[in-house]
Each structure stands twice: as C-alpha cells, then as structure tokens.
C-alpha cells in the first residue's frame, strides 16, 4: 500500500499547510531547524499509518512538495527529524505525530494522554493519540465589503453551555454551532436587541493535563491546537458549519465574533504536549528567555507564549485571521491580547502584529477587540491599542461593581465610566466605542453571583478553592449564597437591574453574558471553565422572563434616545447646534454638583443634552429612596419618566437602590 504513494518536488506553494492543485495536494510546511519534515499519509478510515514521505523541497524554512493524485478526504500528519536539545529550546521527536498547524479539518478532538508528553527515549509513538488532519477543498470567501458596522450590544456565549438545554433545539443539534441557528436561538436574540453575537473560542483544543484525572474536562475552549480547525465536537461538519451560521446571522442583521486565543497552545510548558508547533520547530513558535534559549516565556499563565513578532508565527497568525474572514465572520476578541504586542523588549502599540493586521485591506476593516492585558511584565494595557481596536474595559467592571457595592468615594469614578471612559481612549483620539463595557463576562461571577456572594466558591474545580480571582468586589446582600429569604431575593433583583441598566445607560458598547439576561448562577464559582456538565449548562427552563424582557427595554431605550449611546466622550460643554451643554452633573435637588460635593456621593444625575433633546439619568445607591426634583426643562417642555429599574412609583423620588430614565417632553 506505502507504494502506491509517491511525494514528487514542486514550486513553493503560494500557501502554507495542504492545498489541492490539479496534479494532486501540494504541501508546505514552515521548520527552520527541523532537518526533514516528513508526510504521513493514513488510510480512508484514518487508523492505519499507510505511507511514510519526506518531504523533497525545501526553500529556506518551509518544505514542500506534491502528492500526484491526491484528493480532498485525504488524512495525514507530519513527523519532524531534528535534535533533542530542550537546553537550546529544540525538542524535535520523530516519534510523535503532529497536526498541521494549517488543516482546517480534523477527524476527531484532542484528548490528553501523557504518552504525548514523554521524551523520545521513552519511545512511544503517538500516532494512536492524535487526530488526523483531513485535506479539503478550497471554498469561496463569504465577501463583507467595507468596513464592519460598530457593535451596539454583543452578547457573550458559549456554545455549548448555551444550547445544551435549551428546549427549543433539536436534540441532536445540542452542542454545536447548527444549535445556534435554530428559531428559538435567533428569535431570542432578536428580542434582547443583539447586534453581535461572540463566540468563546471554536477552535479544536485539548484539555489541561491536570483535568482528566480530576473528572473534569475543559468547558470554555482556551487551549487550542491549532489556530485553523474548528473543534469537532462543535461544528461536526467541520467549516461549513461555521459558514452556514454566518450567513444565517447576516440575514437576521447579526454579526459573528470570534474569541481568539492567539497566545498560546495546548502544548503547555516543558513537561506538556508535543502535538504540533512544538514539534515542528519549539525554538521559532515560542518565546524563550534571551539569556536562556530552554527556559519559555510564560506571560500567559499557560507555560510558554507565541512570538507574535516573527515571521512565521505572525504569518500563521494572520492566515488564521483572513481563513476565519473567508467564513463570513465580522470580526474577533483576542484573547490576552497584550501577548500580540509583545517582542523580547515589551510591549508596543506598533508592533509587527499590529502592524500586519492594520494595513492588510480586509483585516483592517473587521472588528477587532483586544483584552487588554496578559500575566507578564506591565500586562495590563488598557487604553493603548492602536485605532480602529476596541478593548474590554476591565476598568468599567471594576468601578461599576465598587459603586454599587458600596464603596466610599466611588461615584467619581462611575461618573468616567458612565461618560464613555475618556481617561483611557481619548488620547489615541478613540471615542467611547473603543470601550467594551461589561460588568461581567465568561471569567468570573455571573451577574446574579455577584450580588450574592461575598466570596468565590471554586471547589468545585478540584483545586482547593485557590483558583480564580480573590478580588470579584462583590457583596451576598446578607447571606451567602442561595437563599429563601424574601427581602434577601428582592434585594438581590433590585441590585441586578440597577447593574444592567448601569451598563445599557453608560456611553460605550454594552456586552452582556448569555444567561445574565434571566438570572443564572455558578454557585459562587468564578472560574468555571473546568465545569462542562449540566448544572453549569444554561438553565433555560428556569430561565426569568420578566429579567428577559427588562434588559430587551433597556436595549430599546439605547435606540430610542441616542444621546445615551453617543459617538463621542461628554465635555460638560456646548454640544453642536446648541446653547447647553452635552452633560451637566446634579445634585438629586437639581443643582449642579460642585467638585468636593463627589466624595460619598450616594445620589446624582447626569443631564444629557442635544440639539433638540435632553435626558436625565439619576442614580440612587441609598438602601432608602431619595427625594428628586428635576432641573427646570425648556419652555413649553416637563420632564417624563421613560424607564426605573425599580418598582417605578412617584417620579418626586428615586426608589431605593434603582436607576431612572427621565426624557424632556412636550
């Protein structure tokens, strides 16, 4: 069977990994150091090794040739020949099969299993243990002409947790991406108000070694392979799928994000994984200490780091992005995206990676959203990412969740936030659209967690509770944790609305996390991304219909008085074509505040005003109502309460603990 298969020479390809030429499947694969690089080709069935071919060809670091009569369906892996010198960062083992970082398809999922961590003295092939890699034909990019339109509200989800109990989907669709074009999906959407759905990441991953002997298994995907391959288990038909639900989105006037882990891979530190770019060339793909060539960088908390800034690693890093593009996607969430700023001397908002992405034509105009910060020196970069970036505005969260918690000397701070967060993007000439604002997100409480734990309860990950964040600035209200308790239960739902109306009445982009919107819970779990299981599954059957149709309001409202979204930061001046100014800062007595009047501030109103509309937004903190008496209106004009995130009773005062909405009518 070997000899029916023959690897011919052949022309550099104008692309890396497989690609189907009317002689066959030209390959070409990057490995400056490796010494050959070999194609393994396996039969229809993908369980036996049938062919084993160095690649002929090599033009300066990638090697290359042609597979005559090859076809798509075709299953293969790569082996790489070179030394085992971990102390000068090589670790090149013929013994494991490694994954193409450039399949866009593969046969199965990733499993862990030690054997693909072992040294090559211990011998073991891994052909057994990893998936195979399926050579596909090229389809036709799903063209989105110009620039992307600004998010007005993304909502966070993962696929999985979010389908698999939902009864509206088909049972044998639970899980995956077609689960997300169902009716009841869409219909769901629609009614909220979404403009953009982001998607943790899709990409095939493998669990953290440490999970399987726990029982636990990674829910949330950042642990990727390879940067190309959607993972199986969610999209079973592989690229197709993703396209299908693309253009479903587009016809209900919905853009797809994709979350992006281009930071790091599942080959985790030195004691982790040889599956892919470790075995193709560790010494290139990942960061090494200058003065210790064995010793990786790890400034992402996983063991080691992408060098973002070479050649081939940025190359693949692009090609990722641009294949994603093709799929119809809008745009992408980088995960730790400082890591892509990042070369041996630090951080810089002109690095190759950036630079790559903002003068390439299609990439440039794709919505581009960086979380701003990574675990290594000076990793918290918010605000200095380079135009036309967004960023999670990590910042908002925090002094949001401080006021409403109670902090002393708080309301300073949300009144930035509420402006749009000009301390953070205004000197890059970024308006308050550079601010992704969300108050909670995948990574850490739920919304209805925050209010009603003090503390995080993780034990649940099997690491003693020490995992996650031990800051949340969060508050139970009285009690910790579930509770019967009637004033505790309506304490805790007049704190959730007053967080979400905080988030949809501040300047900036909301984004909301799947199943915040109707009140589900982790259990005091802030870092969940090892439970994929039914009771962290979304609960869609005890799901609140009424907290449901309060944040569709609060969407609405955002439409129906664009002074409160606004394009550009408040100057407490003139706005154009009138003679007020955009904001005005009021004691709830309607008089302006006066600087020293901000500290324990529990009560205030922001005056928005335009051309030809005004609003006002007054906050109440106070666990007792506060009496309000509006500024005067214009003539021939009264001040109508449109919205109040508590029961809405007299318009002379705030009700506890609340935010309203008051629009100058005629």
Request: proline fraction near 7%; hydrophobic fraction near 40%; charged fraction near 20%.
């Amino acid at each position: 069977m070997a000899d029916a298969w023959r690897i011919a020479p052949c022309a550099l390809p104008v692309r890396m990994g497989a690609n189907i030429t009317r002689h066959g499947v030209a390959f070409a694969v990057f490995s400056r150091n490796g010494d050959s690089v070999q194609l393994c080709l396996f039969d229809d069935a993908g369980e036996r090794e049938i062919a084993r071919l160095p690649l002929p060809c090599r033009s300066g670091d990638i090697h290359h040739g042609l597979l005559p009569g090859a076809k798509p369906g075709l299953r293969y892996g790569l082996r790489v020949e070179g030394p085992w010198q971990p102390e000068r960062g090589h670790r090149f083992d013929a013994t494991k099969l490694l994954v193409d970082p450039y399949a866009t398809l593969i046969g199965r999922p990733f499993r862990w299993d030690p054997a693909l961590a072992a040294p090559p003295s211990a011998g073991a092939d891994t052909a057994a243990l990893v998936p195979r890699c399926i050579v596909v034909g090229t389809e036709p990019a799903q063209i989105r002409s110009g620039r992307e339109q600004t998010p007005a509200f993304i909502y966070e989800l993962g696929v999985k947790s979010f389908t698999m109990r939902h009864p509206g989907v088909p049972q044998p669709l639970r899980g995956t991406l077609a689960a997300l074009t169902a009716e009841p999906v869409l219909a769901h959407l629609q009614r909220l108000g979404v403009s953009h759905v982001e998607l943790m990441p899709v990409a095939a991953w493998m669990d953290e070694r440490h999970l399987p002997p726990l029982g636990l298994s990674n829910a949330w995907g950042y642990n990727p392979v390879n940067f190309f391959a959607l993972d199986p288990r969610l999209a079973p038909s592989g690229e197709a799928d993703l396209r299908a639900l693309c253009a479903t989105y587009a016809q209900a006037g919905i853009g797809v994000i994709l979350d992006i882990v281009l930071n790091h891979t599942a080959e985790s530190d030195e004691h982790g994984a040889t599956i892919c770019l470790r075995g193709l060339d560790n010494a290139v793909y990942y960061r090494h200490a200058i003065d210790d060539p064995g010793c990786l960088v790890n400034d992402t908390g996983c063991g080691h780091t992408l060098a973002l800034d070479r050649a081939p690693v940025l190359r693949m890093a692009t090609d990722a992005l641009r294949h994603w593009r093709a799929c119809g996607v809008a745009g992408f969430r980088f995960d730790l995206g400082t890591v892509m700023g990042r070369s041996d001397s630090g951080f810089s908002a002109e690095a190759p990676l950036f630079a790559a992405l903002l003068q390439d034509p299609d990439l440039a105009n794709a919505l581009l959203i960086a979380e701003p910060w990574d675990i290594g020196p000076g990793g918290y970069r918010l605000g200095e990412f380079p135009a036309p970036f967004a960023e999670w505005n990590g910042r908002y969260r925090d002094d949001v969740r401080r006021f409403w918690r109670g902090d002393a000397a708080a309301a300073g701070a949300l009144a930035t936030r509420l402006s749009g967060s000009a301390d953070l993007f205004a000197g890059r000439h970024r308006g308050p659209k550079a601010s992704i604002n969300f108050i909670a997100a995948h990574d850490g409480f739920t919304l209805a967690d925050l209010v009603a734990y003090a503390a995080k309860h993780n034990e649940a990950n099997g690491e003693g509770n020490r995992d996650g964040d031990n800051d949340s600035h969060s508050w139970n209200n009285g009690t910790e944790g579930a509770s019967d308790d009637i004033a505790v239960k309506a304490a805790r739902d007049r704190d959730i609305r007053a967080l979400l109306a905080t988030l949809f009445l501040s300047r900036g982009i909301p984004m909301l996390t799947a199943g915040d919107e109707f009140g589900r819970s982790q259990f005091g779990n802030n870092n969940a991304y090892a439970q994929d299981n039914d009771s962290f599954w979304l609960d869609w059957p005890k799901a609140d219909q009424e907290l449901i149709a309060f944040v569709a309001r609060l969407a609405a409202l955002r439409e129906e008085y664009p002074l409160i979204r606004g394009e550009s930061f408040l100057t407490g001046q003139p706005s154009e074509g009138s003679a007020r100014r955009d904001a005005t800062w009021l004691r709830a007595d309607g008089t302006p505040l006066a600087d020293d009047d901000w500290r324990g501030l529990d009560v205030f109103v922001l005056r928005l005003t335009g051309p030809n509309a005004a609003v006002l937004i007054a906050f109440n903190r106070r666990h007792e109502p506060a009496v309000f008496a509006p500024p005067d209106a214009l003539a021939g004009r009264a001040w109508r309460q449109v919205f109040c995130s508590s029961a809405a009773g007299d318009a002379a005062q705030l009700p506890p603990r609340s935010i309203s909405l008051f629009a100058e009518a005629s």
